[in-house]
């Protein structure tokens, strides 16, 4: 495998995929590593292009065959990295992006995954809760309990190689501080 695993990781409503759709657009060869889930899609997800859409049983036969490298359960769903998907993409492209959460990174980091990660911060924990409560579609109970996990997954963000906060409104200056920092640790020249 030639290719960099880059993790990006918030909390949920953190920004993650709109930081990974951003990077993809400034650095050559990079790709977005897609997540294999049981939840079902959100207006104008597309199953094979935003994620790989499974059923429960189908998710729990992967994970009896060995196929996951990591998965996690979160809000009554599975989440998880096919192993074979994730080592395709290695071998044929530069930088892979991942958007795992904490427990996620963990699990790569205890199986000898190699990743540059970094950590979206929320600027504070109000602007936090008003992105979860801003996504739609949840319960007063699903937004307490994103929120406590998402207050949680700040706490272990201590295990990231990096931390850039998120500012509201400034998604273009977070790609770009991302971007600095994997051009540095990777020593990659984009200005060819």
């Known amino acids: 495998m030639s290719g960099h695993l880059i993790i ?16 993809i657009h ?5 790709v977005k590593l897609m997540t294999t889930t ?4 959100r207006p104008g997800e597309q ?17 009896r065959d060995g196929k996951m490298i990591e998965y996690n359960f979160y809000a009554e769903n599975y989440y998880g990295t ?23 990174k963990k699990n790569l980091d205890a199986a000898g995954w190699n990743n540059l990660s970094i950590f979206l911060m929320p600027e504070s924990e109000e602007v936090l809760k008003i992105r979860i409560e801003t996504r739609g579609g949840l319960t007063p109970e699903k937004i307490k309990q994103r929120l ?3 207050i949680s997954e700040v706490a272990e963000s201590k295990i990231y190689d990096y931390k850039i906060v ?21 020593g990659l020249d984009t200005n060819q």
């Open 8 to 23: 990006i990781s918030s909390p949920s409503g953190g920004g993650k995929d709109a930081v990974i759709r951003g990077l």
């Open 148 to 150: 406590e996990t998402a």
């Open 82 to 104: 096919e192993r074979q998907r994730l080592t395709d993409l290695l071998d044929k492209h530069n930088i892979v992006f991942s958007n795992i959460e904490v427990n996620g």
């Open 26 to 30: 400034k650095l050559p060869d990079a």
């Open 47 to 63: 199953n094979g292009v935003d994620y790989n859409f499974v059923t429960r049983d189908e998710f729990e036969k992967m994970l």
């Open 166 to 186: 998120n500012y509201q409104d400034k998604l273009a200056e977070t790609i770009e501080k991302a971007e600095e920092i994997i051009n540095e640790r990777l």
């Open 38 to 41: 049981t939840r079902p899609p």
